[in-house]
């Protein structure tokens, strides 16, 4: 076997594991974390990640009919191998790891992740002003020792 042929095979068994592996913290977590303090995200970057989030919502609700056709035995001959395939396409895609089943997770954890991205940006927020209060603070002690 050709050595580039080698790579894109490598290159496309580690893609196919990355896309199999289950998303590894909820929608809620990521928001307790932000509550707590432990997710704090800037504006520009904050607003990036809810920009790339809505995109692929949108992507989904758009092609959500298409979607689902594959739930769907795909139209094939009548012979018994053929109704085999067709029957484990719509299985697999509709497994507990099947494509179908990580687009519905997807699509229902997205607008979470959206709602705790911006509970991390407040989070930054505040942080910032605390931070500058503190050297203010500090800046003023600082300032009045001196003279």
């Known amino acids: ?37 432990g997710f704090a995200i800037d504006d520009s970057t904050g607003n990036r990640m809810i920009e790339a989030l809505e995109s692929a919502i949108e992507a989904l609700e758009s092609r959500w009919s298409e979607l689902m056709k594959l739930q769907e035995n795909p139209l094939m001959s009548d012979t018994p191998a053929a109704r085999f395939v067709a029957r484990h396409m719509v299985d697999t895609a509709s497994d507990a790891d099947g494509l179908l089943t990580q687009l519905q997770a997807a699509r229902a954890e997205f607008p979470t992740y959206v709602e705790a991205i911006e509970l991390a940006k407040r989070t930054y927020r505040d942080r910032e002003a605390d931070a500058g209060q503190e050297f203010s603070g500090i800046s003023s002690r600082l300032g009045t020792t001196e003279e």
Do not use: D, N
């Open 1 to 37: 076997m050709s050595e580039p042929l080698q790579m894109r095979q490598a290159v496309l068994a580690r893609t196919a594991s990355v896309a199999a592996t289950p998303m590894k913290m909820s929608g809620m977590q990521l928001k307790e974390l932000a509550v707590s303090g």
